[in-house]
């Protein structure tokens, strides 16, 4: 269920990141009175763009025609489908009449798709939630298939509340117009939920983490979540960044634990819980014998990556962890959960880590492992499942199509199943097991399909030292066409990474006349220890910078990319990439933008939330001795070398960010103000770390548009104002503030 509710919030955001879009004139800010007055500088382009003369010669790859950024940054008509646990009911998210992402519940969905078969299956639910104004992004099901769970911050505080639903199943026959009043069950003021379980065997009841009773920690609780009653469950004693459940007594009996002096990681396991004398003055759980204490079972030292994946039905003695101890990326081990000690090495690739494991839900046998080098790839261990995925596949409408599962019903009869593509939106469809049919769903965004869209290709990337670096390029022209301006996309985390797929950023540059470049640098995740620690110490100025250099040089090299052309762009550490970039590499890149990213790491470290804390240690050792190192700090930190600038800049921001704080936008763009830098900035009040309102990221990707268009003589479709945009303009701000006080 957490992943489900993280996957959803980067789907509908465009921005995954673990810190964990013309400029008017050269102090483009400065000069801007209004968004309204700022219209001037925002018109459509010449028809004589450079896509134009580039089509002369050329095939383009996508449409000839502008794709309005409305259409690819906007709402999808419909996402997220969930079928209940017994089949009857699919929830799904949908825009509400004021267009905004709520849930959306189709009753007796089951009795519609026995009768349809092979016809398309989706007609209209009932709305049962009613946000206002931000978006919801995630929902699950209780195991009633009556009940929905989601999530839900305040403007982008990233303190996300779990609500409950009741009743959501009642049909659109028997609705009377009410939209049902959603339940908070994890209550008060900057409290953050995570960590959630659900369990058939108890479906009454849920495991959830909250900080309610310390900001810096997550202890667990049990949510009846009929009556809302919140039971203290586990105590976090300071050093628990995880939790895990034995399945079968649906009992936290393994925390994931990080030390805070060398940041190495450890699972404790314990036998049995124990409980909870909640009048004691050090709040320790009690029990009744060895078998409730926590026992230290396995070990990551740091650098190594590893983790538990669950417990086996034998009462907890056995389970699956992954490991890189003793090899160069994880592998998927059955082990004694007493011990420690390795039962099987049951699977492991040389290229790439473990990804997604499916395990029988009963039996946990396994069925099938993921892993992703560029693309996903499956190795099953269940007969059955293969032929399931083969089946899938032949009625796949593209073979180069990813395969995933939304959901499935509980007796697994029923799934609802997503095709996706690099060069076209996701469509959704159901099969049935038992008939071996696959019957049409829906379409995540049917305004999409008249479109032509560029398919994404792997790309394999040297860097200077020899390494490796897979990337995904989009390009504006066919293959043999001559070069194009280039967009280098840098990749939020930094430890996470790219991934192939529908990008709508990718599809918007193309069909603007830009390539666009991703590339998983060293740091990036997924590609063994080895890979990920040579990006440790190496922000800015060393190794991880150098492979975004490395990459542009290279799509130089291979014609694909216009030397005089590039712009590098990105969100959260991309946004980092983005200053180091136009800082430290000053005669690369023609222009920037930055979104949500950190200008003097120092800064960004002593504002993080304080439930980071014990994360913090191990930021330190991958990024450097910023705390201690005064000069290192300023070295890497993109804020002290402002003077050597010299392309422009457009910085987007969110005022409630609580990772990268306004402060970190601010300081840069004041500085490069006063030093006559051209640098745009703006800021959106109800936004946190990133864009999660369709209205200001269509309305900020409308300024990157004619932004890209005045530096690097692409195409742009015509500047509207958004209605509900809440777009600000701070150095604007400041300069009026100045200009009242000398007339005062």
């Known amino acids: 269920m957490p992943n489900a509710f993280i996957a959803t919030i980067v789907a509908l955001t465009g921005v995954a990141s673990a810190f964990l879009p013309t400029a008017p004139s050269p102090t483009s800010a400065v000069h801007q009175r209004s968004s309204h007055q700022n219209h001037h500088h925002l018109q459509s382009s010449s028809p004589l763009t450079l896509l134009s003369m580039v089509t002369a010669k050329s095939t383009t790859t996508t449409s000839e025609e502008l794709i309005p950024r409305q259409i690819l940054f906007g709402n999808p008509e419909n996402t997220s489908p969930l079928l209940s646990p017994d089949g009857n009911h699919l929830a799904y998210l949908a825009p509400s009449p004021d267009g905004v992402m709520n849930i959306f519940i189709r009753s007796n969905f089951a009795a519609a798709a026995d009768e349809n078969d092979e016809n398309e299956l989706f007609i209209a639910g009932r709305m049962i939630t009613n946000s206002p104004k931000r978006a919801i992004r995630s929902l699950a099901w209780a195991y009633d298939s009556s009940t929905i769970f989601y999530m839900q911050d305040d403007d982008g505080d990233e303190n996300f509340h779990l609500f409950a639903v009741d009743n959501a199943t009642t049909s659109v026959s028997d609705d009377d117009g009410i939209i049902p009043t959603a339940r908070d069950l994890t209550p008060g003021k900057d409290v953050k939920a995570q960590n959630i379980f659900t369990n058939y065997r108890y479906p009454d009841q849920i495991l959830v983490g909250t900080n309610q009773r310390n900001p810096k920690v997550f202890d667990m609780y049990r949510c009846y979540y009929k009556t809302g ?66 026992r230290d079972v396995f070990h990551y030292p740091y650098g190594e990556e590893g983790g538990l994946i669950n417990f086996c039905p034998d009462d907890g003695k056995t389970g699956y962890i992954t490991s890189s101890l003793g090899r160069e990326t994880t592998a998927l081990l059955k082990v004694d959960m007493m011990t420690g000690e390795t039962i099987e090495e049951i699977y492991c690739n040389e290229k790439a880590n473990v ?191 150098h492979d975004l250099t490395d990459s542009v040089e290279w799509a130089i090299r291979e014609g694909i990319a216009d030397k005089d052309n590039i712009c590098i762009k990105g969100g959260s550490y991309g946004g980092y990439a983005c200053l180091a970039g136009l800082t430290f590499t000053p005669d690369l890149y023609k222009c920037g933008v930055d979104i949500v990213g950190p200008s003097n790491i120092k800064t960004l ?67 490069m103000t006063e030093k006559g830098i051209p640098v745009e900035y703006v800021l959106y009040p109800d936004e946190g770390h990133g864009f999660a309102r369709p209205e200001n990221r269509i309305d900020f990707n409308g300024r990157v548009e004619h932004f890209l268009a005045k530096h690097l003589g692409g195409r742009a479709e015509e500047f509207a104002e958004v209605e509900g945009a809440t777009a600000r303009f701070p150095l604007l701000e400041k300069e009026e503030e100045g200009n009242q006080a000398e007339e005062a």
Request: no cysteine; aromatic share 10%; net charge negative.
């Open 229 to 294: 009653e919140l039971v203290l469950d586990t105590i976090n004693p300071g050093d628990v960044i995880g939790w895990k459940v034995e399945d079968v007594s649906f009992e936290v009996r393994a925390a994931t634990v990080r030390n805070s002096v060398d940041s190495s990681t450890t699972v404790r396991v314990r036998s049995r819980a124990g409980s909870i004398d909640i009048d004691s003055d050090d709040n320790n759980e009690e029990g009744d014998g060895k078998d409730t204490e926590w």
């Open 605 to 671: 470290l002593d504002s993080i939330p304080d439930y980071w804390a014990p994360l913090r240690n191990g930021m330190l050792l991958k990024i450097g001795d910023v705390d201690g190192d005064e000069e290192f700090n300023k070295k890497i930190s993109p804020l002290y070398h402002v003077d050597k600038i010299k392309a422009p800049l457009l910085i987007g921001q969110g005022a409630n960010d609580p990772r990268v704080k306004q402060s970190e936008a601010d300081q840069v763009a004041f500085s």
């Open 355 to 545: 990804g997604g494991i499916t395990l029988q839900r009963d039996t946990k046998e396994l069925r099938a492992v993921t892993y992703n080098y560029a693309r996903t790839e499956r190795v099953f261990y269940d007969d059955e499942l293969e032929k399931d995925y083969e089946f899938l596949k032949s009625t796949a409408p593209d073979s180069e199509m990813e395969i995933g599962v939304a959901s499935r019903s509980l007796d697994e009869m029923k799934w609802v199943v997503a095709y996706s593509s690099s060069s076209g939106p996701t469509s959704y469809v159901v099969y049935d097991k038992l008939k071996q049919t696959v019957s049409p769903l829906f379409v995540s965004n049917p305004k999409l399909l008249p479109y032509k869209f560029a398919p994404m290709e792997v790309v394999s990337i040297p860097a200077r030292d020899g390494l490796e670096l897979v990337g995904y390029l989009t390009r504006a022209v066919e293959k043999g066409g001559p070069p194009t301006p280039l967009i280098l996309l840098v990749h939020g985390g930094p430890w996470a990474r790219d991934y192939w797929g529908f990008n709508p950023q990718a599809q918007w540059f193309a069909n603007r006349g830009y390539a666009t470049l991703q590339v998983n640098f060293r740091g990036s995740t997924g590609y063994g220890k080895t890979f990920l620690h040579k990006g440790d110490k190496q922000w800015g100025v060393g190794d991880m910078q």
